[in-house]
């Protein structure tokens, strides 16, 4: 038994025992009050009874002759000490016999009167002998009457429950146990694991929450050693083709003409900017990216831009066309780094664009912000590959990206400078009408 479901146990018993405990009062008040009343009923009953018996022995004697044994016996019977005085106080009759002369009484007596005189003849004085608390007699009557029972019925009660909750707790404590077993093989690096969600409650939450961590964390992981895969894989190849050459020339295979050096120069450059580019990227998802903000006119960029890309438009054969809002607000923001998403998603527009087709980058207000779009009339990217599509190192054509020296990570980076700005940018294309990316 776990140290949770023992304090849970603990709890129900400890519950169980203070409502019997409160049950147990109350009825002992009840039952005591329920004496009082009565008794309190009794003695106004048996008061008034000897008040007459004593009013009619004094009609008819005139006198208090012979009352003693009558007050001493109602005195046995009842066990009541009753004083009988006369009006001046003087002690008539003590059912004990033990006082005489003048009585100081506690408390009022009952006045006593003829039938045919209104004058006072005497007073009744009534006391209780007992001294004992109705609250003992209360709870002497209870446990008498129905304590068994309820002794009886608390011990069966409290059995019930501590089995009720030995089963409730386990149901109860189930899922946290899975989870705690599924959490430190987790942690162990087993990140295949995934809990049960069997029940709409916060536990299912949590089950749900851990589900969706793990998964996050498995993705994490598979994410990594991609990466890791993908760099050694792009810094493999310039370097193998360096290495190459160099050992060509070294061989006098090849000779180290204007052409190799060209050659050689163009995997280095390849090279550098792939390091370049991570360290670019682990920069801005460590969220460390330097930006300079500052008040930029976009309309004037994304025009700059455009001019600039025209030459490689032309040679392609390709219809470069901008259409930017002339009522543009100015916006904070690093020109450099907006510039260079500018480039990196035009040229890749016009790599995946065939002769003459077209792009169009157009840029207007929209919902309080300033939207850019770069539309290609290529082939489109198919919706599993548009999904993939800012992941590092990810290209739609594989076979392509060598020649056109792409890294893979141009899209990827060009997301984080976005979101950098505090924007958002995203991909919509079908396959066969082209892509549009839009931040």
């Keep these: 038994m776990g140290k949770l479901q023992f304090r849970l146990l603990a709890s129900f018993t400890l519950v169980i025992f203070v409502a019997m405990g409160a049950v147990l ?9 329920i004496l009082e009343n009565r008794q309190a009923e009794e003695m106004v009953a048996l008061s008034s009874r000897m008040q007459s018996a ?22 046995n019977i009842y066990e009541l000490k009753i004083i009988l005085t006369d009006t001046e106080g003087s002690i008539i009759v003590d059912s004990d016999n033990k006082l005489t002369g003048t009585y100081t009484p506690d408390s009022g007596g009952i006045p006593l009167t003829t039938l045919f005189r209104t004058s006072q003849t005497g007073i009744l004085y009534i006391t209780p002998k007992a001294t004992s608390s109705f609250s003992l007699e209360s709870i002497q009557i209870l446990f008498n009457a129905i304590g068994q029972y309820f002794i009886v019925g608390g011990i069966v009660s409290i059995a019930v429950a501590i089995i009720l909750s030995y089963i409730l707790s386990r149901r109860v404590l189930s899922p946290v146990k899975e989870l705690t077993g599924a959490a430190r093989k987790l942690g162990k690096g087993d990140l295949s694991q995934r809990v049960r969600v069997n029940e709409q409650s916060e536990f299912g939450e949590l089950a749900e929450t851990f589900n969706s961590m793990a998964a996050n964390l498995e993705k994490a992981e598979e994410l990594r050693k991609n990466m890791v895969a993908d760099i050694a894989h792009e810094l493999r190849t310039p370097l193998t083709n360096i290495k190459g050459y160099l050992e060509a020339v070294l061989d006098g295979v090849v000779q180290p003409s204007e052409s190799t050096i060209r050659n050689l120069d163009e995997e280095a450059t390849l090279l550098a900017r792939l390091v370049s580019d991570l360290q670019e990227l682990s920069l801005a998802e460590a969220g460390e990216l330097k930006l300079q903000v500052e008040s930029t006119d976009i309309g004037q960029i994304i025009g700059n831009t455009c001019e600039l890309m ?5 040679q392609k054969k390709i219809t470069l066309r901008c259409e930017i809002d002339n009522n543009l607000p100015v916006i904070p923001a690093d020109p450099q780094r907006i510039g260079q998403v500018l480039r990196n998603l035009i040229t890749n527009a016009l790599t995946a664009t065939p002769h003459s087709g077209s792009v169009s980058i157009t840029a207007g207000q929209k919902d309080g912000f300033v939207e850019v779009s770069i539309a290609d009339s290529g082939e489109g990217i198919s919706p599993e590959n548009l999904e993939r599509i800012f992941e590092r190192f990810y290209r739609v054509d594989k076979s392509r990206a060598r020649a056109t020296g792409g890294t893979g990570l141009g899209l990827t980076i060009a997301r984080r400078l976005i979101e950098a700005h505090h924007g ?9 009408k082209g892509s549009r990316f839009i931040f």
């Design 25 to 33: 009062f109350l009825l002992n008040q009840t039952t005591k009050d």
């Design 54 to 75: 004593l009013t009619e022995y004094y009609t008819i004697n005139r006198d208090w002759d012979g009352i003693e044994p009558y007050i001493e016996q109602w005195g």
């Design 310 to 314: 025209q030459t490689k438009a032309v």
């Design 424 to 432: 958002t940018m995203r991909a919509e294309s079908e396959p066969g």
